[in-house]
């Protein structure tokens, strides 16, 4: 995939960090969940479709409440890690279905909720909005969920991002502050707003966590030759063990 947007166009493919991925991006808080269950999302019964779904980190941390999911990405890689994840689980309530964003293939109000957690940004806005709001039901929910760790707030994240830099001077997912909700251009005569949360969570990493999170990353496992990647990793390692 490019964007012009991303990286000053770079190629990247997730696809390309499945293993770390499928290992290390499991990180989202209970915290989280806990309010989109308070959101109506995950009720028994729903059909929830999530968009750039990944390894399905989202339904497989929901799939407890009883809905339906349905998982999607346009990485095949990704969604046969997903599916092997699902399966090692024993869970039976988590569909999968390589597509885009802009285009499912799904029928009209098919979903109850669409999810796009951590992708959205990576979507075409105005076709990925169109075509979630032909395939959610009418009174249907649509949930954009973004989150980021604040370089100016950890020392070792700021090493990090400066390390990224050194192999990627173009990654431009660095840099982040505190997030200011501004109502999208994309959701206007589409989406009415009904809940917008923003908070800080504090997340616990062990050293060789932090470093398969970052191997997951754009800005190297998923844009760095092999060779590139793998020197990033060993420089990263020698990093981590001054900390």
């Known amino acids: 995939m490019k964007l012009e947007n991303i990286d000053k166009g770079k190629e990247f493919d997730f696809g390309l960090t499945s293993d770390y991925y499928a290992k290390y991006r499991d990180i989202y808080p209970k915290s989280m969940y806990e309010r989109l269950i308070s959101f109506g999302i995950g009720k028994s019964g729903q059909r929830i479709l999530d968009l750039g779904s990944g390894t399905a980190v989202l339904p497989v941390n929901l799939a407890h409440t009883g809905a339906d999911f349905t998982a999607t990405d346009i990485s095949e890689n990704q969604i046969n890690y997903g599916k092997a994840l699902v399966k090692a689980k024993g869970l039976d309530n988590i569909a999968f279905k390589v597509c885009s964003a802009e285009k499912t293939g799904f029928a009209d109000s098919s979903f109850d909720v669409v999810t796009a957690v951590q992708c959205f940004h990576y979507f075409n806005a105005e076709k990925a909005a169109n075509e979630i709001w032909r395939v959610l039901k009418p009174d249907g929910l649509f949930c954009k969920i973004f989150m980021d760790w604040l370089p100016y707030e950890d020392s070792v994240i700021a090493e990090m991002e400066s390390l ?54 754009r800005g190297v496992g998923a844009s760095l030759s092999k ?7 060993a420089e990263y390692r020698r990093l981590l063990k001054k900390i």
């Open 227 to 233: 060779e590139k990647a793998a020197e990033f990793e």
């Open 164 to 217: 990224v830099l050194k192999y990627n001077p173009n990654w431009n997912g660095c840099g982040f502050k505190e997030y200011k909700f501004i109502f999208p251009d994309w959701a206007e005569n589409r989406f009415d707003i009904e809940n917008v949360c923003s908070y800080n969570a504090e997340l616990e990493f062990t050293k060789e966590a932090w470093l398969g999170r970052i191997m997951s990353c």
